[in-house]
T-cell receptor
Framework: SQKIEQNSEALNIQEGKTATLTCNYT??????LQWYRQDPGRGPVFLLL?????KEKRKERLKVTFDTTLKQSLFHITASQPADSATYLC???????????FGSGTRLQVQP | SAVISQKPSRDICQRGTSLTIQCQVD?????MFWYRQQPGQSLTLIAT?????????ESGFVIDKFPISRPNLTFSTLTVSNMSPEDSSIYLC?????????????FGQGTRLTVV
């Protein structure tokens, strides 16, 4: 069956360091992968989309890589700030339905 | 972009009753999606709501329990029927502006439902 796995343990890092979150998937052949941020009590907010023919995508302090051979995406936040503390979700399109299937999310805590 | 207003933002309901959640979008969209997020869990798709046709439900979700209306291109409702404490969850509506064009999804702020 299709699976999207993210590290369920919270990631705690010091302000200024780079946070790296992992998303692994099985039994998907996605044309693209998305990353979202979710704060407590709020809906997810889109951050980045990377297509299968793109190895890397950047947006300000964010960087996403996509390895379709390893079936893995890495999400990096450089020069992290306490305001980056949130849960980060990766998502793939649910084949044929245009809806997204989400990973379980990784909670990031940036300590000042 | 799309702005989604979802009502109510939270409610506490008695078991056996029903709650209807409303989702209003500020632009016309073809497809709307309803998700459930149980405490500490990720989002699970309940159904896809298309205007003018019946909603398409995911495995484990049935129309009798989660009836959906989609009267026009900017509005949808999800009803949680005959509620039990297991239905306590956050319910979210979502849209994409160009289905099939691999663009971002927009979400409402969610409805936090507690069933007692």
């Amino acid at each position: 069956s299709q699976k999207i796995e993210q590290n369920s343990e919270a990631l705690n890092i010091q302000e200024g360091k780079t946070a790296t979150l992992t998303c692994n998937y099985t039994n998907y052949s996605p044309a693209y992968l998305q990353w979202y941020r979710q704060d407590p009590g709020r809906g997810p907010v889109f951050l980045l989309l990377i297509r299968e023919n793109e190895k890397e995508k950047r947006k300000e302090r964010l960087k996403v890589t996509f390895d379709t051979t390893l079936k893995q995406s890495l999400f990096h936040i450089t020069a992290s700030q306490p305001a980056d503390s949130a849960t980060y979700l990766c998502a793939l399109e649910n084949a044929g339905r245009r809806a997204l299937t989400f990973g379980s999310g990784t909670r990031l805590q940036v300590q000042p | 972009s799309a702005v989604i207003s979802q009502k109510p933002s939270r409610d506490i309901c008695q078991r056996g009753t029903s709650l209807t959640i409303q989702c209003q979008v500020d632009s016309q969209v073809t497809m709307m999606f309803w998700y459930r997020q149980q405490p500490g869990q990720s989002l699970t798709l309940i159904a896809t709501a298309n205007q003018g046709s019946e909603a398409t439900y995911e495995s484990g979700f049935v129309i009798d329990k989660f009836p959906i209306s989609r009267p026009n291109l900017t509005f949808s409702t999800l009803t949680v029927s005959n509620m039990s404490p297991e239905d306590s969850s956050i319910y979210l509506c979502s849209v994409t502006l160009t289905p099939g064009m691999n663009t971002e999804a927009f979400f409402g702020q969610g409805t936090r439902l507690t069933v007692v």
